[in-house]
C-alpha cells in the first residue's frame, strides 16, 4: 500500500471539513424553514380567528348618522364647511387627483407653529390682503406666505386632506384660486389649482 503525502493528507481533511460544515448549514437552513413555516401556520390560525372587520362605504354614511368624534371637540371642525354645515360629497365628475399651489400663513396653534407665530386673527389678515392684491399673481402670493408655501406642492390624490380642505380644493376648477383663505391644521392656506 502507497503513503499519502502530508499535503493530500491535508487536503482530503480540509475538503471533509468543508463537506460537513455546507452539511451543518444546509441543516441549520432547513430548520429555520421548518420553524418559519411553523409560526406562519400559528399566525394563519390566529389571524383566522380574529373576526374579520369591514368598514362602512363612506357613501352610505349620512353626516347626522355618522357617529361624533371621539374625545374633546377638535378647535377647528374640518369635517365642517366655514358656514358650519356637514361636507357634501365630491361628484363622481370630481378628479381623482389634482395639482395645487399653497401660499401658507401659520398662526399660534396650528401644526408646526411656534409659540412665537402670530395669532390667528393676524395670520387670516395677512392671508386676506395677499389674496385681495395678489390673485392673479400666484407667485407673488406665495412669496407673501410663510416657509412651507410654494408654487406647486405637486399632485394630491382624493382622500389626503381633511374633508372640508379637500372639498374646497377639488372644487376648484383649473387655474383658479380659493376665494378666501382654507382654514387647515398647518395654518391658512389660500390654494390654487394647477390641473
Same mark, same amino acid.
Given at each position: 500500500?502507497?503513503?499519502?503525502s502530508?499535503?493530500?493528507?491535508?487536503?482530503?481533511?480540509?475538503?471533509?471539513?468543508?463537506?460537513?460544515?455546507?452539511?451543518?448549514?444546509?441543516?441549520?437552513?432547513?430548520?429555520?424553514?421548518a420553524?418559519?413555516?411553523?409560526?406562519?401556520?400559528?399566525?394563519?390560525s390566529?389571524?383566522?380567528?380574529?373576526?374579520?372587520?369591514k %368598514?362602512?362605504?363612506?357613501?352610505?354614511?349620512?353626516?347626522?348618522? %355618522?357617529?361624533?368624534?371621539?374625545?374633546?371637540?377638535?378647535?377647528?371642525?374640518?369635517?365642517?364647511?366655514?358656514?358650519?354645515?356637514?361636507?357634501?360629497?365630491?361628484?363622481?365628475?370630481?378628479?381623482?387627483?389634482?395639482?395645487?399651489g399653497?401660499?401658507?400663513?401659520?398662526?399660534?396653534?396650528?401644526?408646526?407653529a411656534?409659540?412665537?407665530?402670530?395669532?390667528?386673527?393676524?395670520?387670516?389678515?395677512?392671508?386676506?390682503?395677499?389674496?385681495?392684491?395678489?390673485?392673479?399673481?400666484?407667485? %407673488?402670493?406665495?412669496?407673501?406666505?410663510?416657509?412651507?408655501?410654494?408654487?406647486?406642492?405637486?399632485?394630491?390624490?382624493?382622500?389626503?386632506?381633511?374633508?372640508?380642505?379637500e372639498?374646497?380644493?377639488?372644487s376648484?376648477?383649473?387655474?383658479e384660486?380659493?376665494?378666501?383663505?382654507l382654514?387647515?391644521?398647518?395654518?391658512?392656506w389660500?390654494?390654487?389649482?394647477?390641473?
Amino acid at each position: 500500500m502507497q503513503r499519502r503525502s502530508p499535503a493530500i493528507m491535508a487536503l482530503i481533511a480540509v475538503l471533509g471539513m468543508s463537506a460537513l460544515a455546507y452539511h451543518e448549514v444546509r441543516l441549520d437552513k432547513s430548520r429555520k424553514r421548518a420553524d418559519s413555516t411553523e409560526k406562519d401556520a400559528q399566525f394563519a390560525s390566529a389571524a383566522e380567528a380574529i373576526p374579520e372587520i369591514k %368598514a362602512p362605504d363612506e357613501s352610505s354614511i349620512s353626516p347626522a348618522s %355618522a357617529p361624533p368624534p371621539a374625545g374633546p371637540p377638535p378647535k377647528t371642525s374640518f369635517h365642517l364647511l366655514p358656514d358650519g354645515s356637514p361636507v357634501p360629497p365630491l361628484g363622481d365628475s370630481s378628479p381623482r387627483r389634482i395639482k395645487l399651489g399653497v401660499a401658507l400663513f401659520r398662526y399660534k396653534g396650528a401644526q408646526g407653529a411656534s409659540s412665537s407665530t402670530r395669532s390667528k386673527e393676524e395670520a387670516t389678515v395677512l392671508a386676506q390682503n395677499a389674496l385681495s392684491t395678489d390673485k392673479d399673481n400666484f407667485a %407673488a402670493l406665495v412669496k407673501k406666505g410663510d416657509r412651507g408655501s410654494q408654487a406647486n406642492i405637486g399632485w394630491i390624490k382624493r382622500r389626503v386632506l381633511e374633508r372640508s380642505i379637500e372639498y374646497a380644493v377639488f372644487s376648484l376648477k383649473k387655474g383658479e384660486v380659493t376665494p378666501e383663505p382654507l382654514d387647515t391644521p398647518t395654518g391658512l392656506w389660500v390654494a390654487k389649482r394647477l390641473r
